[in-house]
């Protein structure tokens, strides 16, 4: 989720550049926004509330294309403050521009926690040594930019133009610590002289050396019964949060104890989960054809099976096999397995048959866990439907979701979004109401602060109602980001959905003592006893930077001590009426007369300016116009005009 290492493939955003390159759909943390403008929405927070973002919207004067569905590019930005920044830039400052296979100039993969990290992908060359760019059939690279500088990450002693140029690009997964120090990613190019098999692999980056992963002393080789390419190929599924240990799925042999693999009725092939660790490879489960006793039923790994590694380097996965003497039940366990092969079984309640459970994630110190289940693993759970649940050793099974009424006809469907890595905050989104605040009858986004629940998204005070979408959270959990076609703030005047951060505060334990009052999360304050906290505001993150260019006419009236100019709203202002303020100057800066405006977008209107000091006759001024939309975003346009005396 946001610990530890960080999921820049399946928890932060690469299935967008899978689904772009492979024809792969979105997962997780992305989602399809219902708009051909912002389409997957990755938002990447780091731990201070800064938002990256990608969009096909031109929300700054620098980037690409005009924004309109046949030409908008997929850009990254970030939004700094009340400013939305480009950041899908070359090394020279300029765009990066779109290579015209997906009109799309990066794609976001990830933010380290500080925010001193960018991580994206793009078919364009950003170094010299990135020698696959410019297939006509387009080839994409991962990068991370820091300090201002960029290095390329997928690479290796054999990079270089190849035979299939959509081999980098065919990723379904990138991971990297926190300090940047290792970073695992998958392809299909050989990258290192190892790599034979010709078919998609797992590789790390540390240091600037390229190892491969994916493959052991006894690794399959091509037979009459696996011809390449029907040689298995592996699924990167996570790493420990130091990133030391990595972990992945495969039907392929590659150690000496793998007995053997036979394909289950449907065809496919039951898998292991292995574990690498500086070279050194470890099988952690334990598979086996038909008939042959414990572990005999078919078994097939994934990045949905596997919760994630805790800080020691052990790693929590659900099986439906039995893994351990002590499993003679034949529904799903839960199993937490050390690098040295050593496996622990999580016992689940008894749960009827056909009941589902999916394991979510773990937190840091591998004490506590999170998973959904559509059986009774509680008592207070009284349904059928499926809910979200966590375990620790001290407390056992607590319901995370409590039910609450719907809107009619509308089932209580239930998500999570977010884990902190301490396993205390949870975010999820339901179409249940948990709260009086929740008034709206449409989906939304709770928190769940180790036992007590918050409403995220707010309903909108008026207009249109929809309901929120999960879009990610900062690792440190304080920070949430959710989209909907609401308009919660003002300046948010477009039919399209867009994407809003809520700050939930700072957990209690990491206050600072006050004594002198009560701190105040939303401000992040002290404010005096008895004074009450302002309620929390949702921040527009999609938000443009372009600043409106206010155009004024060559001309104007004078009449009665008062001057009146003809002044113009550009038409793609998006962010509500222009509004401010023009001044009549002299040659040496005095201010003649004043005024105000607010004029609608791609409207022209007459605004009246008075002054003490106008000519009674007919003279030309420099006229200051500063203009600004309800974002906030300001320009200042200066011209000469003529006023006229009308008698």
Not at 316 to 345: K, M, W
Not at 599 to 606: C, D, H, T, Y
Request: proline content about 7%; glycine content about 12%; overall charge negative.
């Amino acid at each position: 989720m946001s610990w530890g290492g960080r999921w820049i493939g399946k928890w932060l955003g690469l299935a967008a550049l899978a689904a772009a390159f492979a024809g792969a759909p979105a997962a997780s943390a992305s989602f399809d926004c219902g708009t051909a403008l912002v389409r997957h929405c990755e938002v990447q927070l780091d731990d201070s509330g800064r938002a990256w973002f990608q969009s096909y919207e031109k929300l700054t004067e620098d980037a690409l294309g005009d924004g309109t569905l046949h030409g908008g590019i997929w850009q990254i930005y970030e939004r700094v403050g009340n400013q939305t920044v480009l950041v899908s830039k070359r090394p020279d400052g300029t765009p990066i521009p779109s290579e015209g296979n997906y009109r799309s100039a990066a794609f976001l993969l990830g933010v380290s926690p500080d925010g001193s990290r960018v991580y994206f992908g793009t078919e364009a060359s950003l170094v010299p040594e990135d020698g696959d760019a410019g297939h006509a059939d387009g080839s994409s690279d991962v990068y991370v930019r820091a300090n201002g500088a960029y290095s390329l990450l997928t690479t290796g002693p054999l990079d270089g133009p190849f035979a299939n140029p959509n081999a980098t690009s065919g990723s379904h997964a990138v991971w990297a610590s926190d300090d940047g120090q290792y970073v695992y990613f998958e392809t299909g190019q050989a990258l290192v002289p190892e790599d034979w098999d010709g078919t998609s692999d797992v590789y790390q980056r540390a240091n600037g050396v390229t190892r491969l992963v994916s493959t052991g002393p006894d690794e399959t080789k091509p037979t009459a019964e696996w011809p390449y390419p029907m040689i298995p190929q592996p699924r990167f599924l996570g790493a420990s949060p130091d990133g030391a240990t990595a972990y992945f799925s495969t039907a392929a042999h590659l150690t000496a104890e793998d007995s053997g693999k036979s394909p289950s009725e449907s065809g496919q092939l039951s898998n292991d989960i292995f574990a690498w660790r500086d070279g050194v490879l470890r099988r952690l489960t334990r598979t086996a054809p038909p008939g042959e006793g414990p572990g005999s039923v078919f078994e097939s790994f994934d990045p949905y099976s596997f919760a994630g590694a805790a800080e020691e380097g052990s790693a929590y996965f659900i099986a439906n096999s039995a893994q351990t003497p002590d499993d003679a039940n034949p529904g799903p366990d839960i199993y937490r397995a050390s690098f040295d092969g050593a496996l622990e079984r999580v016992a689940l309640p008894g749960l009827p048959a056909g009941a589902f459970v999916g394991l979510e994630t773990v937190s840091r110190d591998g004490t506590r866990f999170f998973l959904r289940s559509n059986g009774a693993l509680t008592p207070e759970d009284q349904d059928d439907e499926l809910d979200i649940y966590t375990w620790s050793a001290a407390a056992g099974f607590r319901l995370v979701t409590p039910r609450g009424p719907t809107a009619a006809g509308k089932e209580e469907e239930v998500t999570l979004c977010e884990v902190t890595g301490d396993g205390e905050r949870a975010y999820f989104r339901t179409w249940g109401r948990l709260l009086p605040q929740d008034t709206d009858g449409l989906a939304d986004i709770y928190e769940w602060r180790n036992g007590a629940i918050s409403l995220v998204s707010p309903a909108a005070s008026a207009g249109r109602q929809s309901g929120a979408f999960c879009a990610g959270a900062s690792p440190n959990g304080r920070f949430i980001a959710f989209s909907t076609y609401e308009e919660l703030v003002p300046g948010d005047d477009d039919v399209d959905v867009d994407i809003y951060v809520m700050d939930m505060g700072v957990p209690a334990a990491q206050r600072a003592p006050r004594p002198t009052g009560r701190f105040d999360a939303f401000t992040s304050r002290d404010r005096p006893i008895g004074v009450k906290r302002k309620q929390r505001r949702p921040r527009l993150i999609t938000a443009e930077s372009i600043a409106p260019l206010m155009t004024v006419a060559r001309t104007g009236v004078l009449r009665d001590g008062v001057a009146r100019l003809r002044l113009r709203c550009p038409r793609a202002e998006r962010s509500g009426p222009c509004h401010g303020k023009v001044k009549l100057l002299t040659g040496k800066g005095r201010v003649l007369a004043s005024g105000s405006f607010r004029i609608p977008a791609g409207r022209r209107a007459s605004v009246a300016l008075k002054g003490q000091a106008l000519p009674e006759r007919s003279f030309r001024s420099r006229v200051r116009v500063r203009g600004a939309d309800l974002l906030g975003n300001r320009r200042t346009v200066t011209a000469t005009v003529k006023l006229r005396r009308a008698g």
